[in-house]
């Protein structure tokens, strides 16, 4: 996909279209790329088989996931060809970081982040990893030209780990997919999640919120992309996640939800669930973790909640109250149409990709 005469980048994401970070992070915005005149190779690290076993909650085979950094390793060989090279959070996972610093010698690279993938090494499961390599994606982003980082969290590491470049780029919508819900009165209200099925375990705190509500008000709990009937009480609904359906599924809530637990790894989030509720001019109610009490400017787009008793509270307003529901949900959609768009984070990464400190000469 590359023309000769063009700046053309590398870009290595994690994962596939299927996988949501990489093509939040890296997928979306190819077009707009394209659009400019700059050509790009796309070389995710895993792969959709990769995926699917892992969706399905089965095990990758040794040979398959071998084979993914077999051929990273052989795409890095044809780096050089490239103007700029894009890393979504670190080379190989779970090996030490010597390819990252022998890039930097050659070439040099950008490097993006949206989850807190550094908690893997230095609070992960695997004890050897956290012994051997505590400090791994910290020696990536300080040997990185750029970072781009998802949140205020992410952000704060990065620059704590000595980066030279920091940026932060929120995770985005394309405005174009989402249109403004229409707030009614009306008997039977939806309350909505949308989610993967790693992050569904989020919801099992709010188990009793909801057993607190179902029995005061008559309620929808829809959740997108959730295949089995989590144990909440009273009329639950689960919907497959499609790329192509999800905006319109987010039309059938009248209120988006975001728990967190307030840990570590959660406060690298980066609220693009409440991004895509806003997106659709839905108030929203979230834990104040992470990015979340960014976005939520509590009272005016939304509700911040913590407590069960807050959380209550909260949901209890926006269905009592569709004037707040809709005064709400256009104060959101303000926000993501100023701050939390494609064309914006585009805009940003071009003219990086055009400031002369970022253009590195071939013999450095």
């Not at 279209?17 to 979306?28: D, F, M, V």
């Not at 190779?41 to 077999?70: M, Q, R």
């Not at 390599?133 to 300080?142: E, G, H, L, S, T």
């Not at 989030?269 to 991004?275: G, T």
Request: proline content about 7%; glycine content about 6%; hydrophobic content about 40%.
């Amino acid at each position: 996909m590359t023309e000769p005469g063009k700046k053309k980048i590398l870009f290595l994401p994690k994962y596939p279209r299927k996988g949501a970070s990489s093509r939040l992070r890296t997928y979306q915005f190819l077009p707009l790329w394209s659009a400019q005149g700059v050509g790009y190779t796309v070389c995710p690290f895993f792969t959709d088989t990769y995926l699917n076993a892992i969706y399905a909650n089965k095990k990758p085979s040794y040979l398959h996931v071998l084979g993914c950094y077999w051929r990273r390793l052989i795409i890095l060989l044809s780096a050089g060809k490239y103007d700029l090279i894009c890393i979504e959070k670190e080379l190989f996972p779970y090996l030490p970081a010597f390819p990252e610093w022998m890039l930097s010698r050659l070439k040099g690279y950008w490097v993006d982040y949206d989850d807190a993938v550094f908690h893997n090494y230095d609070r992960g499961k695997y004890s050897l990893v956290s012994r051997l390599m505590p400090k791994k994606i910290d020696r990536v982003m300080q040997w990185a030209d750029l970072v781009t980082a998802g949140s205020a969290y992410l952000m704060q590491r990065a620059e704590a780990a000595g980066a030279k470049q920091v940026v932060q780029l929120p995770t985005v919508i394309d405005p174009k997919r989402y249109q403004k819900k229409v707030h009614e009165q009306k008997a039977t209200l939806t309350i909505g999640w949308i989610g993967s099925p790693s992050t569904r375990k989020y919801l099992n705190a709010l188990v009793p919120v909801w057993e607190r509500l179902h029995r005061k008000f008559d309620l929808v709990l829809l959740l997108i992309n959730e295949k089995s009937k989590p144990p909440f009480p009273g009329n639950v609904q689960t919907i497959p996640w499609t790329e192509a359906g999800e905006a319109a599924a987010l039309l059938r809530l009248d209120v988006g939800i975001m728990p967190l637990p307030d840990d570590p790894w959660e406060r690298g989030k980066c609220a693009y669930k409440l991004i895509q509720y806003m997106a659709c001019g839905l108030p929203v109610v979230a834990s104040p973790v992470g990015m979340n009490a960014e976005v939520v400017r509590h009272g005016v787009n939304g509700f911040l909640a913590q407590s069960e008793d807050e959380w209550v509270d909260a949901l209890s307003l926006l269905i009592h109250d569709c004037g707040l529901r809709k005064a709400m949900g256009e104060k959101g959609y303000q926000v993501v149409r100023e701050r939390y768009t494609l064309q914006h984070n585009f805009s940003v990464m071009h003219r990086l990709l055009h400031t002369p400190e970022n253009q590195k000469p071939e013999n450095a």
